[in-house]
């Protein structure tokens, strides 16, 4: 991701050497070493690196058979932590149940943003625009209205119920249908949804990632799994770090796999959520955006008494596997954190 990953810090045929290498290392078939990968039962924008990873065989190629389980968030973070998933995507839940004394480390990342829209008629050309306006988000509490709240209140000082009205919406294809029917006049959806949007005549007001910078899709494993398989889940790294560098790079395979996923039948739509986050991946997990959902989750924790307001966070770095990660993204040729002196 532009906004987080320097350049390269080796010239471009040493990582092309470096890669084979990895490649040729990976073994024959019966050294595959078989893993399972969480994915949620509906595609998620956070999550399109390891869709890439899967089935453009770079799983395969750094010696990982990997399995797809599927299942809702909250029932692939309880499996995770009964070590019944090895590699699981779900950083929000996992950052509360590593609070509460789930022996949980976080691995790699995928999404650096918030990957929600504001999209709205064409007539509206600025965010200024929506005061007096209708737009539907999700129910308050969730992260389909909260992230809008947060960037319009914080970023252009504009309220909900003062400057501009809301209707919540279970789903962003009950929102897009509002739209179309003139209910409202703009509605928070994510990137692929945006892209149906796009065709059916609306636009892209604001992206929400331009002010929101998070860890999205995040994979953390169990404390016992990476203890003892410390070397495939550094090939679960280089894996997920490869599949971040061909998103950006490889735009028709990257369109054939989101067209795939999220059952796009106009390939179009594939290309626009392309368009939108192709250099917005990374497989780091900056530190301050660690804290960024950490301190996020804990406020969540306290509504609901279940952190004391006084308490602090403790040190963050023991839930991720900071030492494995750098070690592994050095050996593709980049830093991703502050390069040592």
Do not use: C
Request: proline fraction near 4%.
């Amino acid at each position: 991701m532009k906004q987080f990953r320097n350049k390269w810090a080796v010239p471009a045929a040493l990582l092309v050497f470096g890669i084979a290498t990895l490649a040729a290392s990976a073994g024959s078939a019966a050294d595959m070493k078989t893993i399972t990968v969480g994915r949620t039962t509906s595609a998620s924008g956070f999550h399109i690196p390891s869709y890439i990873a899967m089935d453009q065989g770079i799983f395969k190629k750094h010696g990982l058979d990997a399995k797809y389980v599927s299942m809702s968030g909250k029932a692939l973070l309880n499996a995770g932590i009964a070590e019944q998933i090895d590699y699981v995507p779900i950083p929000g839940g996992g950052s509360q149940a590593a609070l509460k004394g789930a022996p949980i480390t976080y691995l790699v990342g995928q999404s650096l943003i918030s990957q929600w829209t504001i999209t709205a008629h064409k007539s509206i050309k600025t965010v200024q625009d929506l005061k007096g306006k209708i737009i539907g988000l999700g129910r308050p509490g969730s992260a389909d209205y909260d992230e809008a709240d947060i960037v319009l209140s914080k970023n252009f000082g504009m309220e909900p119920g003062k400057d501009y009205k809301v209707i919540s919406f279970r789903g962003e294809a009950e929102r897009i249908a509002a739209m179309i029917n003139g209910d409202i006049h703009a509605g928070l959806l994510t990137f692929p949804h945006a892209a149906k949007a796009k065709l059916a005549g609306f636009k892209v007001v604001l992206k929400t990632g331009q002010y929101l910078p998070r860890i999205g899709g995040s994979f953390w494993v169990h404390n016992d799994y990476l203890k003892a398989n410390r070397a495939t889940a550094k090939a679960f790294i280089h894996a997920m770090a490869e599949a971040a560098e061909y998103m950006e790079s490889n735009k028709e395979g990257s369109v054939d796999v989101i067209q795939k996923y999220f059952a796009m039948k106009d390939r179009r739509e594939a290309e626009g959520v392309w368009e939108e986050v192709f250099d917005q991946y990374g497989p780091d997990l900056p530190e301050a955006l660690v804290k960024s959902l950490f301190s996020s989750r804990v406020k969540r924790m306290m509504a609901k008494n279940l952190w004391p307001k006084d308490k602090p966070l403790p040190d963050l770095e023991k839930f991720v596997a900071r030492d494995l990660l750098n070690e592994t993204l050095r050996e593709r040729g980049y830093y991703l954190q502050r390069k040592p002196l």
